[in-house]
């Protein structure tokens, strides 16, 4: 693949490089810029595979240089310091991070799972809606990319009821029925939900408070849900589920 690197430190841009030519000799980078002005030039120009976009570049960012290009038919691995604002909406599009300092493992799982995107053409797609959801002056609902083999469902947040674990697989229950299995664990679901208010009620289960129905006593803590669910409260977490429903 041939890739562009972005990033407002030389630093930066030169130990990429390196980590690249080591642990992914494939890659072939083709251009480097350390702004939007230039990277903008430099993938005009190149219309490369991959790209490694720093996310804050002085007073632009990243996506500003995405929302200029009008087509995108290359992959994207956004690299940041900082696990803010912006890592969240990339997050919740299920694209690609690293965090700098770049770990070579880490890079290196980025860089085949972009390989894979490239070959299945779909990362566009995730690009327009990550632009899309932070255009929005006001989150309120975010919607969340659920990627799954032949599609990538996009799911508000609201509509989701529970998350359960199935080794490293999470099913995902929505209010209307549907249940989808995603290829990722819990825990990243749980880390990612838990700002939007979502509890993990037990070990396995992860739970939306709106859809609860009730307080069981059984079993030492059970959550009804609205559907008629009953999820497992673990011995560990009742304090913080019951401080939660305001038992």
Known sequence: MRAILVDDEVANLENLKILLHKHCPDIKVVASASNVDEALVQVTLHHPDLLFLDIQMGKRTGFDLLNLLNEKTFEVVFVTAYDN????????????????????EELKAAVEKAEI?????????????????????????????????????????????????????????????????????????????????????????????????SWLKEDGGTLLMDNGDKIPVSKPNREMVKEMLGK
């Open 85 to 104: 604002y912006g890592i969240q909406a990339v997050k919740f599009a299920a694209l690609d991070y690293l965090l700098k300092p770049v770990d070579p």
């Open 117 to 213: 995107r490239f070959r299945n053409k779909i990362n566009g797609e995730q690009l327009n809606f990550l632009l899309s959801q932070i255009k929005k002056s006001e989150p309120g609902s975010p919607k969340i990319a659920l990627p799954q083999q032949h599609e990538i469902r996009y799911v508000s947040v609201n509509d989701i009821v529970r998350c359960v674990a199935d080794n490293t697989y999470t099913f995902f229950f929505l209010s209307n029925g549907d249940k989808i299995l995603i290829s990722k664990p819990l825990k990243e679901y749980s880390d990612l939900l838990k700002p939007q208010g979502f509890v993990r009620a037990h070990q396995s289960h992860l739970i939306n408070p709106k859809f609860v129905k």
